[in-house]
């Protein structure tokens, strides 16, 4: 596997946004054909205020190239919002809502991020959402 990253961010008191576009390639050992996807991922915050954020982020996956014929609509695009409530300097409680819309070929899915829980969806055009609340405390 080969990916390539680039991204970037602007931040002031008010607001952060932050871009990063990937492009990744998967070689085939057995047949040597190449898969390739592209995933754009834009994200910004406003600060309500000292204590207080409103977060939204956008991500898309472009169609899946294999061996250079590109796979029609199997892309797919994820929207979360989130709200952020600092309680201290070292702890917070957040609460976010993901819609994940896969394209009519798309069969990406939500998981548990570091769980080895299995996804929601991954049956294509599926369209999966997720809501959830947290906490962090940094000690």
Request: glycine share 10%.
């Amino acid at each position: 596997e080969k990916a390539f990253k680039v991204g970037g961010s602007f931040k002031t008191d008010m607001f952060a946004v932050n871009l990063v576009i990937e492009n990744t390639t998967d070689t085939v050992a057995l047949t040597g054909s190449d898969t390739k996807i592209r995933n754009i991922y834009v994200a910004g915050q406003y600060n309500i205020s000292s204590s207080d954020a409103v977060k939204v982020a956008l991500t898309k996956t472009g169609d899946m190239k294999v061996a250079g014929v590109t796979s029609a609509s199997s892309g797919a695009k994820q929207l979360t919002v989130g709200y952020d409530h600092m309680m201290s300097k070292r702890t917070t409680v957040y609460a976010l809502y993901t819609k994940l819309s896969n394209s009519t070929n798309g069969t990406y899915e939500l998981t548990g991020a570091g769980t080895s829980a299995a996804g929601l969806a991954s049956t294509a055009n599926a369209k999966p959402s997720a809501f959830s609340v947290g906490m962090k405390h940094s000690f």
